[in-house]
């Protein structure tokens, strides 16, 4: 939404069931503007281009030097050759690589970096996906909302402290819960997206309508993979 900087996206997916997602790494200071490039394009652009997951982050950790520190997940979903999600860290010195299935953790750090709040969110989501055979789709989603709005406090942060220096000790202790709220910055969008075995895909996000926790918007969408 920044003049100069508008058009791209933090997650996204589109009915070929291409799928990615980004994070910022947390940095003591960010190079802003870091030569032009604009993370959230990296995910808009996947999107529409005709590359496969691996190979497109190959791609862009060619580049990764020339942006801020990001993280960027890719995935592949096919019900009839099977699905694969793939992910690469800027800062993590090594090359893109396809993830086994299972359950992953992703914050301002590497993937799967243990910080408490990232521990106790999987722990969250994995206590959500047990009971979700007993869940319809839409009680699910609200399950995993109200899990994204978690606000217990994880401290101490170390972890956080460590990596973020003094660009995040004055909201250390905020930026320590799941959903972070401050004066001036927090969460102001919860997504989350569901595809089951048959290629429906139920995509529901959540955005605060101003800087109030009581203003949100929630918006639907239900389409079937075109592939």
């Known amino acids: ?3 100069g900087r508008e058009g791209g996206t933090w997650l996204g997916i589109n009915k070929k069931g291409k799928f990615a997602a980004l994070t910022n790494y947390l940095q003591p200071i960010n190079r802003l503007n870091a030569s032009g490039r604009v993370q959230g394009h990296l995910v808009a652009t996947f999107l529409t281009e005709e590359v496969d997951g691996l190979n497109y982050l190959k791609k862009v950790s060619s580049e990764g030097h020339l942006y801020n520190g ?3 997940i890719t995935a592949d979903f096919n019900n009839t050759k099977g699905d694969t999600m793939c ?3 800027s800062k993590s010195g090594q090359e ?3 993830l086994e299935p299972g359950i992953y953790g992703l914050s301002n750090s590497l993937l799967e970096t243990p910080w408490k709040k990232l521990v106790h969110g999987k722990k969250l989501f994995t206590d959500t996906i047990k009971q979700s055979n007993e869940l319809s789709p839409e ?3 609200q399950e995993l909302i109200n899990m994204l709005n978690n606000e217990e406090v994880q401290m101490p942060a ?3 402290e460590e990596q973020g220096q003094d660009f995040i000790r004055p909201i250390l202790k905020e930026v320590s819960a799941l959903f972070v709220r401050t004066s001036s910055y927090g969460t102001r969008t919860n997504t989350v997206i569901l595809v089951d075995a048959k290629g429906h895909v139920n995509f529901t996000e959540r955005t605060m309508l101003a800087p109030d926790v009581n203003q949100w ?3 639907s969408f239900q389409f079937e993979l075109e592939i």
């Open 139 to 141: 009680n699910l989603v």
């Open 217 to 219: 918007k929630v918006s």
């Open 158 to 160: 170390t972890d956080i």
């Open 1 to 3: 939404m920044e003049k």
């Open 96 to 98: 893109p690589k396809t």
């Open 87 to 89: 992910y690469y860290g």
């Open 70 to 72: 990001f993280n960027l």
